[in-house]
């Protein structure tokens, strides 16, 4: 169950791994059966409340599909699970960059606070990237109200059903060129990062970095995977 597989990462070390680098990686998140399900559910319009092809909007190539309410049971328990592990490191980064600390326990109460401020829209997706397909590097900002950390679960196998297609973070810091970093994704293994910015501690304290990610081209076959993410959009 995914509430046991949880359970058995060790956490503090995912919070320094994300607090020093603002990555951190969660292998064998989701079983191969788990994978297959959700890829089936690509094609079943009605668990999805828009799509996206990205060549239509400068995005890159290829599409995700935004999941409707109610959210599929296991990205829905998913999102309810990983949230309160992430909400204490949310509200310290919050309160280094000199913002308002206080994200809530629960994600139930999160989502409440979104939906009161007019974000109800969910942002669960599933994205499918095929030969050549991309995705340029971006934020996942769909409102006022941002959760700063994110989930992406890889749904396909590396050198198997895709080649290519490697998920790409960069570091964009203050006077200095940026640094980019590949995360190394198996099936079923998944990356949490920072959604926009983060504090990063420095000889003179924190000083803010923004974050971006995306995918680089596939050269063969089908990749996809899930973005969970924590905030509602407008």
């Known amino acids: 169950m995914i509430a046991d597989r949880l359970q058995a990462f060790d ?7 994300l607090d020093a ?3 951190a990686l969660l292998p064998g998140l989701l079983s191969a059966t788990d994978c297959e399900r959700l890829r089936a559910l690509h094609d079943d319009a009605d668990r999805f409340r828009s799509r996206v092809v990205m060549a239509r909007h400068g995005f890159g190539s290829g599409e995700y599909r935004y999941f409707r309410y109610p959210l599929p049971e296991t990205v829905a328990a998913l999102r309810a699970a990983i949230y309160p592990r992430l909400a204490g490191l949310a509200n310290e980064w919050q309160a280094r960059m000199g913002g308002i600390a206080d994200f809530p326990d629960t994600h139930d109460a999160y989502r409440a606070r979104c ?13 499918r990237y095929r030969e050549n397909d991309y995705n340029c590097l971006h934020q996942d900002l769909y409102g006022a109200h941002c959760f700063p950390l994110q989930v992406i679960v890889q749904l396909s196998e590396p050198g198997t059903d895709f080649t290519g297609g490697e998920l790409v973070v960069t570091e964009q810091r203050p006077r200095m060129q940026s640094r980019a970093e590949v995360l190394p994704l198996s099936r079923g293994d998944a990356a949490v990062l920072a959604v926009s910015q983060r504090p990063r501690r420095g000889r003179r304290g924190d000083h803010r970095v923004t974050m971006r990610h995306g995918v680089s081209r596939v050269r063969s076959g089908e990749r996809m995977a899930l973005g969970i993410i924590f905030h509602d959009a407008a």
Do not use: D, I
Request: proline share 9%; glycine share 14%; hydrophobic share 40%.
């Open 11 to 17: 956490w503090r070390a995912v919070t320094e791994a």
């Open 21 to 23: 680098g603002g990555t």
């Open 115 to 127: 939906h009161a401020a007019g974000q109800t829209r969910p942002t669960p997706l599933l994205l």
